[in-house]
């Protein structure tokens, strides 16, 4: 997943004085000192790359940190067997190194930006009803959207809505029926919205 292999223990003090960048890489001409000999020094793992790229050696030259670009180039992934904290800032930070791993973690090529697809200001008209609802709903961005209620014993009770909807305000109504055209009693059920990953809930009361 990281792109990396575990190849050892370090020792328990005295593993990691100083962090060069690889040539090649985001981290070249960068270097830190490290916490030596204190406590983030104890059993720095050696780590070498299994798909990835080595972007930081230690001064023994045993890789410390690691890329790595996914199976097939669909994410990205860094692995650091040193505690981030424990790097001390000189003529290199921890900021500008921080602002290094976001640009390389973000920067996916061929991967469009994922677009917020949501669900708002979703109403019920008339909540309780004695039949028949409108329910109002709108969607931020174009997207496959299905609506179902449900009893409160999580019975599916009416699949409402499988559609491509458009941006924008929409509406639908429920009859107050089920799926085989009957009128349902009364109680509370419950209304559920998937569009994409969002699930978005509202409970609706039938009286008679």
């Known amino acids: 997943m990281f792109g990396c292999s575990y190849l050892g223990d370090g020792s328990s003090t005295n593993n990691v004085q100083l962090l060069s960048g690889e040539a090649g890489t985001f981290a070249e001409g960068m270097s830190f000192d490290y916490l030596y000999g204190q406590g983030p020094d104890s059993y720095v793992d050696i780590i070498g790359p299994s798909g990835g ?7 023994d030259n045993n ?6 670009n996914g199976t097939s180039g669909n994410y990205r992934a860094v692995h650091s067997s040193c505690i981030f904290g424990a790097l001390r800032d000189g003529a290199n930070t921890k900021t500008g190194l921080m602002a290094d791993y976001m640009d390389y973690l973000t920067e996916l090529i061929g991967v469009q930006e994922l677009i917020d697809v949501s669900v708002r200001n979703l109403s019920l008209f008339p909540n309780p009803t ?8 709108g969607i931020t961005a174009p997207g496959k ?13 009416n699949n409402l809505l499988d559609a491509e909807l458009t ?3 929409h509406s639908v109504v429920w009859d107050g029926k089920d799926n085989n055209g009957r009128k349902v009693s009364s109680g509370t059920y419950m209304l559920r919205i998937e569009l994409g990953e969002q699930i ?3 409970a609706i009361v039938i009286v008679k």
């Open 200 to 202: 978005t809930q509202k």
């Open 53 to 59: 790229t080595i972007f930081f050696r230690s001064q």
């Open 130 to 137: 004695t039949d028949r609802s409108l329910i109002n709903f």
């Open 145 to 157: 959207l299905n609506i179902k209620i449900y009893s409160t014993a999580g019975q599916l009770v």
């Open 167 to 169: 941006k924008g305000t």
């Open 63 to 68: 890789g410390r940190a690691i890329w790595y």
